[in-house]
Structure formats: structure tokens, C-alpha cells
């Protein structure tokens, strides 16, 4: 029974994804591909060199300077010399970055409330309350099992 419920789950998740992105595709950024999403959201996060970005994601080095390349020209990152040591570039993000994370909030939560203000305040706790049951048990267990 568990099974049919996950499988319907996945299925209704997976539609209520393309429907939104659909509703409000018009106005996300498309210049960046995913991956280059993925590198802004790590030197978001404080991840500002390189090799540690390789080394969180698993890819050759090589492979993350080409995306970095794409993003420096298109004037979403910018790179400095550390200081501290100028053989070391620091990746930093320039202006066009802050704004399409700025732009991306917005978005993000225009469509949480045109989506949510439709749900009573019990339905809402009880989403809430779900969501973090399957966060906890996502931080909590070895998914790859």
C-alpha cells in the first residue's frame, strides 16, 4: 500500500513542478543553465575557490573553470587574488549575481503565495509539519540504501 501512495506522491509532485514552472517560466532568468545555478549557490554559500567547489561536486577542476569561464563573462562571478596568497583566486559574486538571487526570492515567494494563500491555516500546518518529518528524515538516514 506504502508503495502505491509513494508512487502516486512522486507523480503528483513531479506535475505540480511542471505546472508551476510552466505558470511562471516567463519570468526566470533561462540565460543560466542548472549547473551554473548550482556554482552561483555555492559561492553563495561561501564555497570560493575552484578546487573546492570540484571537490563538493565531484567534477574535475577543469570542468568547473569552464563554467566559471561562462559565468565571468556573462558578469555573474568575479575573480580576485587572495591576498593572502596571490597564487590562490577567490570567487566572488559581482552585482548581476546578488540581483538574480534578489530576483529569484521574489519569484520564489510570489509563487508560494498565489500556490499557498489557497490552502486553509490547518492545511498549512499540516504541511509544514510534514515537510519537516521528511527533512528530518533526509538528514537523519543514508538515502542511498
Same mark, same amino acid.
Given at each position: ?32 543553465t542548472a549547473k551554473?545555478?548550482l556554482l552561483l ?61 534578489? =530576483? #529569484?526570492?521574489? @519569484? /520564489?515567494?510570489?509563487?508560494? *503565495? ?6 486553509? %491555516?490547518? =492545511? #498549512?500546518?499540516? @504541511? /509544514?509539519?510534514?515537510?519537516? *518529518? ?6 537523519? %538516514?543514508?538515502?542511498?540504501?
Amino acid at each position: 500500500m506504502k508503495d502505491e501512495y509513494i508512487k502516486q506522491i512522486n507523480i503528483l509532485q513531479s506535475n505540480f513542478n511542471i505546472l508551476v514552472a510552466k505558470k511562471f517560466e516567463n519570468q526566470l532568468d533561462n540565460e543560466l543553465t542548472a549547473k551554473q545555478v548550482l556554482l552561483l549557490e555555492l559561492i553563495k554559500e561561501g564555497v570560493t575557490s575552484t578546487k573546492d567547489i570540484a571537490n563538493k561536486l565531484n567534477v574535475s577542476t577543469s570542468a568547473v573553470s569552464q563554467i566559471l569561464n561562462k559565468l565571468e563573462d556573462r558578469e555573474y562571478i568575479e575573480r580576485n587574488f587572495n591576498p593572502q596568497n596571490r597564487r590562490e583566486i577567490i570567487l566572488n559574486l559581482a552585482d548581476k549575481a546578488h540581483q538574480y538571487f534578489k =530576483d #529569484l526570492a521574489a @519569484l /520564489k515567494y510570489q509563487i508560494n *503565495k498565489n500556490i499557498y494563500e489557497n490552502l486553509s %491555516s490547518e =492545511d #498549512l500546518k499540516q @504541511l /509544514k509539519n510534514i515537510l519537516e *518529518k521528511l527533512l528530518t528524515i533526509a538528514t537523519d %538516514s543514508d538515502l542511498s540504501n
